[in-house]
Structure formats: C-alpha cells, structure tokens
C-alpha cells in the first residue's frame, strides 16, 4: 500500500523509516526534505493512505481533505475536539466512502500490556480492586521551548490519552465517576505533572503523568481479590517486566510469576500491519474510544 506522510517531525520520520519503500512520498512546508509543502500538491493517484503526523489543529482539516479523496488514514494520537459530536458525523463521511480512519495508539501493541488484556479477561485476579498507572519522562525543557507545545493541558493532553486508551483497551470504554485532577507546574507554563483519581463500576483509578522524570517510566499496578499483576517499563526502555502474584490467605508473602523481555520497541511496527490489515478487512472507522477520551479530558480541562 503506497502512503503519503504529512509531517516530517520526530513521529513522521520514524513512521517514513518503518515504512520504507511504502511511503512514497512526504508533505512538510517547513522542511526540506518533504517532498511537498501542501498535501493538494501530491497527485491524488499516486497514494492510497495517509500518515497524518502533525499538530492537533491541523488534523480534522487533512482529514476532511483525505475522505473527499477516499483515503485512508492513521493519525496520531489523541483526536480531541471540542464537541465530541463532531467526531461521529466525522466517523459517518468516512464510512459512507468506505475510508478506515485510525488513531495511533501504538502501546496496545506492546507486548505486556496486550498479557495484560489476556490476564484480565481471564478472571485470574477475581474481583478487581485498584488500576493504577505512571506514565513520565523528562521532556520539560523541550516543551517548555516549544509555543505550540507549552500550552492548555499540558502533559495531561500528552500523555492521558495513552493511559485512558490503556484502561479501554483493558476494562472497555466506561464511564469515570468521581473523577479528580491534582496538577503541579515544575518547570513549564501548562502542568508537567499530574495525578488523576477516579472510579470505574467499584474500581479504584489512578494514572500519574510527568514531564519531570528524568529516567523515561511506566509502570502498572492492577489490584484484585485473588492476586496482582504489575508491568515495569515499556519495551523501548527496557528491560520490560510483567509479574503475576497468587495473594496467599489470610496473608503472606504471593507466589510470583515473571516474564522479562528485553528487545526493540516493536510497537510501531505492530501498529502499521495492524492499520493496512484492517484496510484489507474493511473494517469501519470507530471513534468510540476517542469520543470517550475527548469526554474524559473535558473533565479534568474543568479542573486544571
């Protein structure tokens, strides 16, 4: 499948490498290596989808762009608009041209937070009790440099969509009650650090977000009534480790399965053949989950 990638920043490239011969052609008006300034400058015959990696202000305009000429899309995460309503008729244009529009989540491909999915969805842990997530790394300097970066929400607009995409991924898309934000600002003009609490149907949540961590970090602890399971960093940061404790009555010291795996970040990878796979399949846009998430940020924007 030939794809055209519009933004040639750190994202855009990695995606332009990983794709190699597939990606046919670039679209960036600030960089000369794109091979275009304006996506209508590329020959509407010469791609079949689009790797939108660009600013959250530009996307629902390329997008439109791209279902007018029935191209398929993955865009980087998150899809947030203002009025979530926005996002369903948008899903209906695409679907009505048979466009498969995509949100690039790239950690449900990682390869502990997908045993996860599987261990929850085995009742191994019984009863859940407590979600809880951290997310950080130590990217304040360079937001702080960046005007388009350094604004609004901050590392909870960053970094929030990923874990509540997690938490869907694990548990489904359900409402959060008693949602509550507490935020810090360390170093820059928007928080750099966050900690949110919630409920979900009993269980307790809560994610934690930095941009003041100076070693990059994510680590899950998930909580229940028959024993635990915890992931200790993600493959690109390795060594990644997934742990399952059996809790041992009335107490005691868990017996402990774990599973180290140190390689590569494959995720991204994953992502594409999972994109082109669904195209093949015709699968239909779902914005379900980023209506959720849109819904969800409105929330603690609230707060902030």
């Known amino acids: ?71 398929h899309v993955l865009v980087e995460k998150p899809l947030i608009l203002k009025d979530p309503l926005e996002l369903v008729e948008l899903q209906a244009k695409a679907n009505s041209v048979g466009v498969f529009i995509y949100t690039a989540y790239n950690h449900r491909f990682e390869p502990h937070i997908k045993s996860m999915k599987d261990i929850l969805e085995s009742g191994v842990l019984g009863k859940l009790y407590m979600v809880q997530m951290f997310y950080g790394n130590g990217t304040a300097q360079l937001v702080k440099a960046s005007p388009w970066r350094d604004y609004g929400m901050g590392v909870v607009s960053d ?23 507490r935020s810090h600002h360390f170093e820059t003009a928007a928080p ?37 399971a915890h992931i200790s960093s993600l ?17 005691g010291k868990p017996s402990e399965d774990l599973i180290e795996l140190e390689m590569p970040d494959p995720t991204w990878a994953l992502e594409h053949e999972y994109f082109f796979t669904e195209i093949l399949n015709g699968a239909q846009t779902d914005f379900s989950t980023d209506i959720w998430i849109a819904e969800t940020l409105r929330e603690l924007e609230i707060q902030l």
Request: charged share 20%; net charge negative.
């Open 1 to 71: 499948m030939k794809v055209l990638v519009v933004g040639l920043g750190v994202q855009g490239r990695k995606r332009s490498s990983l794709l190699g011969k597939g990606c046919v052609a670039s679209v960036d008006p600030q960089s000369v290596d794109a091979t275009y300034l304006d996506i209508s400058e590329a020959p509407i015959d010469s791609y079949d989808a689009v790797f939108l990696c660009v600013p959250d202000h530009q996307k629902i305009e390329l997008i439109e762009y791209c279902i007018q000429f029935k191209k």
């Open 159 to 181: 970094l929030a969509p990923h874990l509540l995409d997690t938490l869907a991924f694990w548990l489904g898309i359900n409402e959060l009650e008693d949602i509550f934000v």
């Open 192 to 228: 750099d650090h966050a900690i949110v609490h919630a409920d979900l149907n009993g269980v307790a949540i809560r994610f934690e977000m930095s941009l003041c961590m100076w070693r990059n970090s994510f680590y899950c602890d998930i909580i229940g009534e028959k024993g635990s």
């Open 235 to 251: 493959c690109k940061w390795g060594p990644s480790v997934l742990s399952i404790r059996k809790r041992v009555l009335p107490s």
